[in-house]
């Protein structure tokens, strides 16, 4: 079945730093969804990629798709202490259900 | 005005227990799901249902049993609970399936003694 690798596992940052998360898999990915899930939350929607390419910012969020449709990246610049929590990546396979990353664990150190 | 709603939010059991897990939403969505997220936090889904029918099962043992009374709400009842049945289980609902945006419930927390 369809795989959606996700890295890294983890990563610290001192607050004010930067965070990149990346997706990647080794068939063509039907779209792309991210979510974050706080601490002892649930996860909640970010945003949908759809086109080869696409590019879409959320205040200090860019997400990308890449050209091939087979990686996709969601870049945090300037990370405050309210962005902790984990953010998964999850492609739609054969659309009709959601396949997740196995997500990054984001802290912040302030 | 909760979306998905789950209850209850932590079940603490014996193994041998059988045990249940409502939930309901209010989105008027067709389709709704059951993850599991262990505590290497990765969400596995189990069951889907769309319109009271079962679309997806993945391979989950028969002591997991899902029940769709109407398309707002998608129960989960476990029989003879496990240790390794310890975990986080997500409602979730979408308008369709598989493409569209997730809404997830606040998870039930079971841990199995």
């Known amino acids: 079945g369809q795989q959606v690798m996700q890295i890294p596992q983890y990563q610290h940052v001192q607050e004010g730093e930067d965070f990149t998360t990346y997706c990647n898999s080794s068939?063509?990915?039907?779209?792309i969804q991210w979510y974050k899930q706080r601490p002892g939350g649930h996860p909640v929607f970010l945003i949908q990629?759809?086109?080869?390419?696409e590019v879409k910012k959320q205040k200090r969020l860019t997400f990308q798709f890449g050209e091939a449709k087979k990686n996709s990246s969601l870049h945090i610049t300037a990370t405050q202490t309210t962005d902790v929590g984990t953010y998964f990546c999850?492609?739609?396979?054969?659309?009709?259900?959601?396949?997740f990353g196995a997500g990054t664990i984001l802290r912040v150190k302030s | 005005d909760t979306a998905v709603s789950q209850t209850p939010k932590y079940l603490v059991t014996q193994m041998g227990n059988d045990k249940s897990i409502k939930c309901e939403q209010n989105?008027?969505?067709?389709?709704m799901y059951w993850y599991k997220q262990d505590s290497k936090k990765f969400l596995k889904i189990m069951f889907s249902?769309?319109?009271?029918?079962?679309?997806i099962n993945e391979t989950v043992p028969n002591r997991f049993s899902p029940k769709s009374p109407d398309k707002a709400h998608l129960n989960l009842h476990i029989n003879s609970l496990e240790l390794g049945d310890s975990a986080v289980y997500f409602c979730?609902?979408?308008?369709?399936?598989?493409?569209?945006?997730?809404?997830f419930g606040p998870g039930t927390r079971l841990l199995v003694l």
């Open positions: 979730a609902s979408s308008s369709g399936t598989g493409q569209e945006t997730q809404y």
């Open positions: 068939t063509t990915l039907s779209n």
């Open positions: 990629l759809v086109k080869s390419g």
């Open positions: 999850a492609d739609s396979w054969l659309g009709n259900k959601l396949v």
């Open positions: 989105l008027g969505h067709d389709t």
């Open positions: 249902y769309n319109n009271k029918e079962l679309i």
